[in-house]
């Protein structure tokens, strides 16, 4: 099944078949550009580690 993800305040669906969880930090920032086309959060994602998990779990504004 698609994982939901919030980001930018909007809920964005994983649907490409893989554990989400498992994703490295460099598959998030990937995910970011071509997928979601919020190219601008790359940056910030990779200087704060956000991997598939932390993805998963969600983060405020503040945090990112």
């Known amino acids: 099944p698609p994982a ?5 305040g909007q809920v ?3 649907d490409s ?3 989400v969880a498992a ?4 598959r998030v920032a990937l995910w970011l550009e071509p997928e ?3 190219p601008e959060y790359q ?3 990779l200087a704060k580690r ?3 998990r932390a993805l998963l779990h969600g983060f405020s ?3 990112c």
């Not at 939901?4 to 930018?8: D, I, M, R």
């Open 50 to 52: 956000v991997d598939g």
């Open 17 to 19: 078949g893989e554990d």
């Open 23 to 26: 994703w490295t930090e460099a």
């Open 4 to 8: 939901a993800v919030a980001l930018a």
């Open 36 to 38: 979601v086309m919020l």
């Open 12 to 14: 964005l669906l994983v």
């Open 61 to 63: 504004d503040q945090e």
């Open 43 to 45: 940056a910030v994602f």
